[in-house]
């Protein structure tokens, strides 16, 4: 068994260092290993009123809400009412996408293993509340099309997720909140859980901060939630950590609740830890069902991370330590969160996480040279004596999306300078390695991935895939497409 007490120490002096100077305004961790468990909080939660963070201080999960909802729709899935290999057309028959006949080809298990390929990120209704919101979402979708044939890559998808939240709204006659509270709060203990943003006003709860103009010091995000139209993939699910360990436990005992209750079959809790798509990048793991899977410090956590205006949650399983990580970090210092739970890791492994790529020098093809452009994201790259400098931009789209994501503290435009990692493979410039071997820091590797049937060429970076929409003068020199 692993020694906590230690471990609980360590952790406890990781968080004593964090202050607004290091991007923290506050900070949240909950460790179960076998049927030991410790918590401990930091910092300011309300930067507003100055409440502390306490272990039950509540705060918005964000997209780790998508582990629970891939999990209330197998509960459907084992009843017998849904088939994750159907068509979603067979559950939403009003689901369509630009293109003809591309919604068709996409099935339920496409939603939950992010290779549906949609290309609508960022989209974020936010005119419905309530019952409709969800549906407000679904009937803006015919405006989008996909990055590439359903199946064949793998892109960040929230509006998968909305589509399963539908789902299971349409099979379940209850709109998300009401759904997921049936079935999986209730029946796995998460006592405090709620995705009724109303809910929090009943209890402590943590709102997220971003970098104001005075060096070294932070500001109260004045977004406190997402849309509505995004429930099921994260905007408005609240949590404490004693839920998230309840909800950990449960998928390590397979699919059994701390009460005893079964929550999901052993066959289905084994299907989300399967590995259903893997492009072999290190920057973006094998996917499950709703579980990304990976590997780190000799060992695989099933993990899935979560971005709040002005905070980000991390949460991972396990499952050869018996172990759940829970981490909340309320500031810009999102990387706080590897720090967290890679102390706890390689606490329970005896073994240092490593960078998953093997470095020393590599040429740059130049062709990677172009642009590139996805649903409100643009990118320039140049290549540069082997480096590419790599220009973002974020289009503007509408004025509700442009005032949410400013609210949320996403930066309009951005340059970064990459450098060769290994082929094919690039870390920002002056990156130290260490910050790749967490879950958050191997977002910010960057891919070259070539064409493939069905999908053109590209780059993956931070679970994305972005195609390039221009030719560089090298591929025009050759002839390449």
């Known amino acids: 068994m692993a020694d906590l ?64 909802t ?39 298990r496409m939603l939950l293993n992010h290779t549906n390929g949609i290309d609508a990120d960022d989209l974020m209704p936010a005119a419905v509340r309530g019952r409709d919101a969800t549906r407000s979402y679904v009937a803006r979708l015919p405006a989008f099309g996909c990055l590439f044939e359903p199946g064949t890559g793998l892109h ?48 402590p709860t943590a709102i997220g901060a971003l970098a104001s103009d005075d060096p070294g010091s932070l500001r109260a995000t004045s977004l406190f939630t997402l849309p509505e139209s995004a429930a099921g993939a ?11 360990l309840a909800f950990g436990r449960m998928h ?65 399983i396990v499952p050869e330590h018996d172990a759940v990580i829970v981490t909340f970090v309320s500031g810009p210092n999102a990387l706080l969160n590897d720090t967290l739970h890679t102390t706890v890791i390689e606490h329970l492994t005896g073994r240092q996480a490593s960078a998953l790529f093997t470095g020393g020098q590599t040429a740059t093809d130049p062709a990677i040279a172009g642009e590139y452009a996805a649903f409100h994201v643009d990118k320039n790259i140049e290549v540069r004596d082997g480096k590419l400098l790599v220009r973002t931009a974020v289009p503007f789209y509408d004025e509700e999306l442009e005032r949410i994501l400013d609210a949320y503290g996403m930066p309009r435009s951005s340059t970064v300078t990459y450098v060769p990692a290994a082929p094919g493979l690039f870390v920002p410039e002056g990156a130290d390695t260490r910050t790749t071997t967490g879950f958050y820091g191997r977002l910010s590797l960057l891919a070259d991935l070539p064409a493939a049937h069905g ?16 030719r560089s003068t090298a591929e025009h020199a050759d002839g390449r497409s």
């Open 234 to 244: 994260g905007a408005t699910p609240i949590v404490t950590v004693a839920d998230m």
């Open 156 to 203: 960040y998808s929230n509006p998968g997720f909305v589509l399963a939240a539908r789902i299971i709204e349409k099979q379940t006659g209850l709109p998300y909140e009401r759904a997921i509270q049936a079935e999986l709060f209730d029946p796995c203990g998460m006592r405090d859980a709620t995705a009724v943003q109303t809910q929090a006003f009943l209890r």
């Open 5 to 68: 007490v230690s471990l609980r120490a360590c952790i406890a002096d990781i968080l004593a260092a964090q202050s607004a100077a290091t991007g923290v305004a506050g900070a949240v961790i909950g460790v179960a290993v076998g049927g030991d468990q410790f918590t401990l909080a930091h910092g300011t939660a309300n930067l507003n009123t100055g409440q502390e963070f306490t272990t039950d201080t509540g705060w918005l999960l964000g997209s780790v809400t998508k582990v629970l």
């Open 252 to 316: 390590l005992a397979g699919g059994v609740a701390p009460s005893g209750r079964r929550v999901l079959s052993q066959e289905l809790a084994a299907a989300m830890l399967t590995p259903t798509f893997d492009l072999g990048l290190p920057s973006a793991p094998p996917i499950g069902l709703g579980w990304w899977l990976d590997p780190i410090a000799g060992t695989t956590a099933a993990w899935h991370g979560g971005g709040s205006p002005g905070g980000a949650s991390s949460f991972c």
């Open 70 to 108: 891939t999990t209330a729709l197998l509960r459907l899935v084992e009843a017998g009412a849904v088939d994750l290999d159907a068509p979603v057309h067979r559950y939403l028959p009003e689901f369509t996408l630009a293109e003809a006949g591309t919604a068709e080809a996409i099935t339920v």
């Open 455 to 470: 999908r053109p060429r590209g780059i993956h970076t931070g679970l994305r895939f972005i195609p390039k929409v221009s």
